[in-house]
């Protein structure tokens, strides 16, 4: 943001706001909740800000579109508490979960590159197992199996002996790819439409448009750190000069 000259580096809140798409009153509650300094005050109390501040919401908007808004408004609190170190951490932490969503998303490819397309209709009964078999090989519990088939995830057959349910090869496909976008953080009813497609369509090329498109999300959170990372290190930098200066 540039400051006018002739305003000697003072800005009102509504200045800041404007030159950051905000309402003068966003800018009054993100230095409330600490994301930016303190501002200084006029002799009739009315809020001053600087470039600093200026600088200090640039960082935080950057960093929230790829952290997120908590962890953006966390790691500014941080710096401007002086306590970078941790500031960097809750950074480390966030680069980490994007990390495992990246080798989440590739087990997801790889999974999808094992499968046999197959239409569940073809698929005999006797094909698959029960649930706690199956639970167990996903390393998850029986009660989440059933959620799923309550959510429409899958749709296992019973046996008209026991009324046991049975899972065929192709509703073994689908909770292995249930479980796979769950680590992903998509949600049941997300889940729910890709797996109809993949049934509907006999086969699991709708999920390749959904992975592209979790790819994309992926990068573009990766970008958006970057950038994140580059406003952050301005910052930092604005204060420690404004430190050296004793402006």
Known sequence: MVVNPQSGGRLRPVDLARAHGLSAQ??????????????????HGYRVYTALHARAL????????????????????????????????????????????????EAVEAALRDLVPEAAGDVPAAAGGFIG???AELGIRPATLRKWERAGLV????????GYRRYGKADVRD??????????????ERIASVLDRVRSAGGVEPLEAALREWRDRVS????AMVTG???????????????ETGR
């Open 58 to 105: 640039d960082a935080f908007l950057a960093l929230a579109a790829g952290h997120g808004h908590g962890t953006a408004a966390s790691v500014l609190r941080g710096v401007n508490e002086d306590a970078v170190d941790e500031a960097l951490r809750l950074i480390d932490e966030s680069h980490a979960r994007l990390l495992d969503d990246r080798r989440t998303l």
């Open 175 to 188: 909770v292995r790819l249930a479980h796979q976008l769950r680590r992903g953080g998509y949600p049941l």
């Open 229 to 243: 990372a580059a406003e952050l290190e301005a910052y930092l930098r604005a204060r420690e000069r404004e430190r």
């Open 155 to 162: 749709r296992p057959r019973r046996d008209p002996v026991t």
């Open 220 to 223: 573009a959170r990766g970008r």
């Open 133 to 135: 078999a199956l639970a």
């Open 26 to 43: 966003a800018v009054r509650n993100y230095e409330a909740a600490g994301i930016l300094p303190a501002a200084g005050r006029t002799a």
